[in-house]
């Protein structure tokens, strides 16, 4: 799964990886909370878009897998003797609530919420690799591999339902803007290892 199939514009700061090594505790806390917002994040697109049949067709397992998700972080967090804590201001998501629509035309605001979806499956789904491929704990390597995987099905799920209900050609255009203004965001953060993003 390389930057260029997610589209992603900007690869993360390589120093994440051993950052976030050092702080197992936060980082597994803040992706199971990352997980329990992505199946919050698909059950509001089915409550405020129930009129779109493939979107809640689509959606609906994707809930079920999140929370699955979820599940399984709990039990990592468990299994190393960790208690799931308080959710934490996840910076990286409110940056990008920023630049997404929320008002104004439907559409526009409903292709913009499939989007900014799209691009938190497409930066997690990085991330997952890069712990993959370089944590030392080898249970969390196959644990991030095999989410890695699921969090790429998920990523095309947005854009591809995007496609469904509007013209390709703009849902390519808002999807480049989006990467340009996600990939400065990236720029300008903090490198954290307590965060998933």
Same mark, same amino acid.
């Given at each position: 799964?390389?930057?260029?199939?997610?589209?992603?514009?900007?690869?993360?700061?390589?120093?994440?990886?051993?950052?976030?090594?050092?702080?197992?505790?936060?980082?597994? +806390?803040?992706?199971?909370?990352?997980?329990?917002?992505?199946?919050?994040?698909?059950?509001?697109?089915?409550?405020?878009?129930?009129?779109?049949?493939?979107? +809640?067709?689509?959606?609906?397992?994707?809930? @079920?897998?999140?929370?699955?998700?979820?599940?399984?972080?709990?039990?990592?967090?468990?299994?190393?003797?960790?208690? =799931?804590?308080?959710?934490?201001?996840?910076?990286?998501?409110?940056?990008?609530?920023?630049?997404?629509?929320?008002?104004?035309?439907?559409?526009?605001?409903?292709?913009?919420?499939? =989007?900014?979806?799209?691009?938190?499956?497409?930066?997690?789904?990085?991330?997952?690799?890069?712990?993959?491929?370089?944590?030392?704990?080898?249970?969390?390597?196959?644990?991030?591999?095999?989410?890695?995987?699921? &969090?790429?099905?998920?990523?095309?799920?947005?854009?591809?339902?995007?496609?469904?209900?509007?013209?390709?050609?703009? +849902?390519? &255009?808002?999807?480049?803007?989006?990467?340009?203004?996600? @990939?400065?965001?990236?720029?300008?953060?903090? +490198?954290?290892?307590?965060?998933?993003?």
């Amino acid at each position: 799964m390389s930057l260029t199939t997610l589209g992603l514009e900007l690869p993360t700061d390589p120093r994440w990886v051993n950052i976030a090594e050092m702080q197992l505790e936060e980082i597994l +806390v803040d992706h199971a909370y990352c997980e329990q917002k992505a199946a919050s994040a698909c059950i509001s697109m089915i409550v405020h878009f129930p009129e779109k049949e493939k979107l +809640v067709e689509v959606m609906t397992p994707v809930v @079920a897998e999140e929370w699955a998700h979820f599940r399984m972080v709990l039990k990592e967090l468990h299994k190393r003797g960790y208690k =799931l804590g308080r959710a934490r201001k996840d910076e990286y998501v409110n940056r990008l609530q920023e630049v997404v629509k929320k008002k104004g035309d439907r559409e526009e605001v409903f292709l913009d919420r499939l =989007l900014f979806c799209a691009l938190i499956e497409a930066r997690s789904c990085e991330r997952f690799k890069l712990l993959s491929q370089h944590i030392s704990d080898e249970e969390l390597r196959s644990f991030y591999h095999e989410l890695m995987i699921s &969090e790429a099905g998920h990523y095309r799920n947005f854009i591809e339902l995007a496609e469904e209900y509007l013209p390709a050609e703009k +849902v390519r &255009e808002r999807w480049k803007q989006l990467l340009a203004e996600e @990939a400065k965001i990236m720029q300008t953060l903090e +490198v954290r290892g307590d965060r998933m993003h």
